[in-house]
């Protein structure tokens, strides 16, 4: 390999390292989410979000939000701020406003004070 090749693919790797967030967990909290609809389309649509503890409470009072962005470069991300519907239950609205496939981010901040970033993708959104 030349030397213009190798560095084009450390650059590469770069930057695919760099556009991918990693889920980071808390391994006492467990979070399951969910959009409808299913499947999922252009327009709008709803992430709902549970989060429990090791004992299956509900965690009430996280703030979440909500960012979405289309798995390509160039478009620009949408946001959703959750709203708590029940103890530990929380929905967002967010506006897939194209077809394709998109990359859904959760920023959790739980009530103690720490944070959770779960990615979420959704591939073939739709077009109508």
Known sequence: MSGASLVLACLGALILSSCHRPNSSVPDVTIQEQISPQPPKVGQATVAVELTDVARKPIANANIMVEADMSHPGMSPVFGKANEIAPGT????????MGGDWIVLLHIKLPD?????????VRGVRSN
């Open 90 to 97: 929380y929905s967002a609205p967010i506006n897939f406003n």
């Open 113 to 121: 004070g720490r944070k959770i970033e779960r990615q979420m993708d």
